[in-house]
């Protein structure tokens, strides 16, 4: 199984910028449906982004245009690049693995995932 770990989290003021990073062990992040999903205290975990395994994309309608997330398969990492953060952007974001959603095909449920890491903490200030 795959074992997932985040990093890039940090502090930025608004309409700046973060590069975060999800790198997968114990096999290729190419086998899996990969997402970024965010969540703040007293919320549900939300969808940002996902990679699916054909190389498709997809964002939240809250950050497209500003994030792209990426596959670096030498590295095997996942990355979201966030451009043009605002304060609203502040949250913990976990990286996210699956393996049964084959070709192009994807998910915005948290649940559907089966593999999590342990999230880094984004903070944009005003």
């Known amino acids: 199984q795959v074992q997932l770990a985040e990093s890039g989290g940090g502090l930025v003021q608004a309409g700046g910028s973060l590069r975060l990073s999800c790198a997968a062990s114990?096999?290729?992040?190419?086998?899996?449906?990969m997402a970024w999903f965010r969540q703040t205290p007293g919320k549900e975990r939300e969808f940002v982004a996902t990679?699916?395994?054909?190389?498709?994309?997809y964002y939240a309608n809250s950050v497209k245009g500003r994030f792209t997330i990426s596959g670096d398969n030498a590295k095997n990492t996942v990355v979201l690049q966030m451009n043009s953060l605002k304060p609203e952007d502040t949250a913990v974001y976990y990286c996210?693995?699956?393996?049964?959603?084959?070709?192009?095909?994807?998910?915005?449920?948290?649940?559907?995932?089966?593999?999590w890491g342990q999230g880094t903490q984004v903070t944009v200030s005003s």
């Open positions: 996210a693995a699956d393996p049964t959603y084959i070709g192009s095909s994807y998910s915005r449920v948290p649940n559907e995932y089966d593999y």
């Open positions: 114990g096999g290729p992040f190419s086998r899996y449906l």
């Open positions: 990679l699916t395994r054909t190389g498709n994309t």
